[in-house]
């Protein structure tokens, strides 16, 4: 009876083979590749799936800090159905995303255009209007804060010195309207450099040729970019947009530094809100289910882009 | 005589171009500038109302600075948010790395599923995540600490440098791999030796973006520290200079731009890096 390797295995008898096997086994393609990947995806399951699950879980029960409720089914969700200040706060994401995102879209792409020219001092052009993407977007808002001061801002003081509005000027961060337009600039300011840049990548990409066809059939600048330009683009503002809206309509920073969703809640989107209810409030549930009704909300808006997108 | 037209209307192209930049340059430096000004500037003219708001004029000083050093945990603020992004992003880049080639260059059942799913964990904003993390840190008994923040700050991380690095492996061309493996080297050998020395400008990138974006983190370290001497700068910043409901504007503003330094230095230094991530990370795939 031959001893075959099992055997020697079994007793406990460190074949030769042994580790030319394993490795054997660890040099094979597939298990070489699930054996790199497996680190980063034990990451990504316990720390991203599964909060993510328990998310789900909070809304469905009325958890509280410090005391894990039971199961209530769809009751935080009716709950802040009917409440007035969410409602206020779907409509201000709304607002907030479909005006940041078209500011963002049309400055961006024109300052791509821009950025795209031969230009002396390319670089240093570049460097400046990318750097609000940069700076930490906390730190950078207090600046805008200070900026909006309902006594001091800068903005203001031109504006009279100017001769464009009447003193006292109007109280940025106090008045609603006033409020969320300044949450909309603070927003564009900190946004259009990677629409700019990304824009820009796209614009260098497209042949020459085609300018110079259009020019041939003597198109006008305006023409050129409208017919040529704009299309071709299409593809990756269509990414850059997708990208922006998720991120805009996910947005935490700029609001709760500026405004705090104040006043009276006029400037709340998910992120903010969820925060005061489910971590001021302690209401980890309500919290929960108010920072999970963006997902069908950006799935419907994200859905709608593609479709236009696949139609185009 | 053709050509002097043609040349003057490309001078009058260039000066309309520049005219055109002008606003979008103005707009993107001026906040900086503004806060540096502030941060400079005597309290009494910071606060009258008839003196002119955009440079100093009863002269320099360096009070809010120092009140920042002498009554603040600044420098404790600094050294955690150095301690945080480094170690959390060697961690990142280090599993991306992996994740990224094996994802990018490897054939195996199921590869195609996982690289959308990274893709769609790197969609997922933090928005969505930060109540539930805020319990899952309780249980790991990590809450208030910055270990906190290590742990957590890899879930947005490897998800972007794996997309990152996914797209720079696929340009390493794959016969310098054959090669490799037909000599006799092993899979690991052939990942070490051959393909990470091509990467190199892709690690940079992975590395430059993930050091700023765990500094300029913001929800997460708000959300898990309540403790002053555990804070990261930029939660310091917002948080603990604001006694009360008085805004200290000058050494907030002070503040802000001392903890803004180290990411302007490497952004000065490695501009080119961060343009290329920016569109590969949104625009590859």
């Not at chain 2, 948010?81 to 480094?86: A, R």
């Not at chain 2, 599923?113 to 990274?118: E, S």
């Amino acid at each position: 009876m031959a001893v075959g390797p099992r055997v020697l295995e079994a007793t406990g008898f460190p074949g030769p083979g042994r580790f030319a096997r394993i490795r054997q086994w660890w040099e094979q393609e597939h298990v070489f590749g699930y054996g790199l990947i497996l680190p980063a995806l034990v990451l990504l399951v316990s720390l991203v799936a599964f909060p993510f699950g328990m998310a789900i879980y909070f809304s469905l029960s009325d958890y509280w800090v410090g005391s894990p409720g039971g199961f209530v089914g769809l009751a935080n969700y009716r709950e802040i159905l009917a409440n007035e200040v969410f409602r206020q706060t779907v409509q201000n994401s709304f607002v907030f995303t479909g005006i940041a995102l078209t500011l963002k879209t049309v400055l961006g792409v024109w300052l791509a255009v821009l950025l795209a020219r031969d230009l002396r001092f390319k670089r240093l052009i570049r460097g400046a209007v990318l750097l609000p993407f940069v700076i930490p977007t906390a730190l950078s808002t207090l600046g805008w804060q200070w900026m909006f001061d309902s006594l001091y801002s800068v903005v203001n003081w031109t504006a009279i010195h100017v001769g464009l509005i009447r003193p006292p000027g109007p109280n940025w961060l106090g008045q609603s309207t006033y409020a969320m337009a300044a949450v909309i600039t603070v927003n564009v300011w900190r946004g259009l450099p990677f629409f700019a840049i990304t824009t820009l990548a796209g614009l260098v990409a497209i042949p020459r040729e085609f300018y110079e066809a259009a020019e041939v059939d003597g198109a006008s600048s305006w023409g050129r970019f409208w017919h040529v330009t704009l299309p071709l683009l299409k593809p990756v503002l269509a990414v850059v947009i997708l990208f922006s809206t998720i991120f805009t309509f996910g947005d935490f920073n700029i609001v709760y530094v500026l405004t705090r969703g104040g006043p009276v809640n006029t400037t709340h989107l998910f992120a903010t809100l969820a925060y005061q209810i489910g971590l001021n409030g302690g209401n980890l549930g309500q919290g929960a289910a108010i920072s999970l009704f963006m997902l069908p909300l950006l799935g419907a808006v994200v859905f709608f882009q593609l479709r236009y997108i696949r139609k185009e | 005589m053709a050509s002097a037209t043609g040349r003057r209307a490309r001078i009058g192209h260039s000066v309309r171009s520049y005219a055109n930049l002008v606003p979008y340059v103005f707009f993107a430096l001026f906040p900086f500038y503004f806060m540096l000004v502030t941060s400079f500037k005597p309290n009494a003219e910071l606060y009258n109302l008839k003196s002119i708001p955009f440079w100093i004029q009863t002269g320099v000083i360096t009070d809010h600075y120092r009140f920042l050093f002498a009554r603040t945990e600044f420098l404790v603020w600094i050294k955690n948010t150095l301690i945080v992004s480094v170690v959390a992003t060697a961690v990142s880049v280090g599993l991306s790395i992996l994740a990224g080639y094996s994802l990018a260059r490897l054939h195996f059942r199921g590869a195609g599923t996982f690289g959308t799913a990274v893709f769609i964990t790197y969609l997922v904003p933090p928005t969505l995540l930060f109540l539930p993390l805020s319990q899952v840190v309780v249980w790991l008994g990590i809450s208030d600490s910055i270990l906190a923040l290590i742990v957590i700050y890899p879930t947005f991380l490897v998800p972007f440098c794996t997309w990152l690095l996914m797209g720079y492996f696929r340009t390493i061309p794959r016969e310098v791999e054959e090669c490799a493996l037909v000599d006799g080297a092993t899979r690991m050998q052939t990942l070490r030796k051959i393909v990470l020395p091509m990467a190199v400008p892709g690690i940079i990138c992975a590395l430059l973006f993930s050091f700023t974006l765990c500094w300029n983190e913001f929800i997460y370290a708000l959300t898990f520290i309540s403790q002053s001497a555990h804070k990261t700068a930029v939660v310091g910043v917002t948080a603990d200079l604001i006694r009360g409901d008085i805004y200290y504007w000058g050494s907030l503003m002070a503040g802000a731009v001392l903890a803004s330094v180290p990411i302007v230095v490497c952004y000065v230094l490695f501009l080119d890096y961060y343009v290329s991530g920016l569109t590969a990370g949104a625009v590859k795939g």
